[in-house]
């Protein structure tokens, strides 16, 4: 599984940015998938997940409602929807794949197995 995200860049204070995640290879039609992000000097945390075949979405805490993670399984894509960015939000951002049929959304950096390179994310205050 290759996975390739695009869509960061830099933004204002209160700005809004969509990420995509592009899966390619070998891919799973239920499993789930993430976004995480890392800040400099901090540990990867976990931002949003779904499950490809649909069902409920998670989010992290620190979401509050701004952040909306879809998919587009005809095109093998997830995206992450980021609204009323904030300096706080300032992080490289990464999508990962379970890897497993059905095995179940996980906050946990260690439970992903396929990684994309990152996107770097910048919000100017």
């Known amino acids: 599984v290759q996975l390739q995200a695009s869509g960061g860049g830099l933004v204002q204070a209160g700005g809004s940015l969509r990420l995509s995640c592009a899966a390619s290879g070998r891919t799973f039609s239920n499993t789930a998938m993430g976004w995480f992000r890392q800040a400099p000097g901090k540990e990867r945390e976990f931002v949003a997940g779904?499950?490809?075949?649909?069902?409920?979405?998670r989010y992290a805490d620190f979401d509050k409602g701004r952040f909306t993670i879809s998919t587009d399984n005809a095109k093998n894509t997830v995206y992450l929807q980021m609204n009323s960015l904030n300096a706080e939000d300032t992080a490289v951002y990464y999508c990962?794949?379970?890897?497993?049929?059905?095995?179940?959304?996980?906050?946990?950096?260690?439970?992903?197995?396929?990684w994309g390179q990152g996107t770097q994310v910048t919000v100017s205050s």
């Open positions: 779904l499950m490809r075949s649909g069902g409920p979405t």
């Open positions: 990962a794949v379970r890897e497993g049929y059905n095995t179940p959304i996980s906050k946990a950096v260690t439970d992903y197995t396929y």
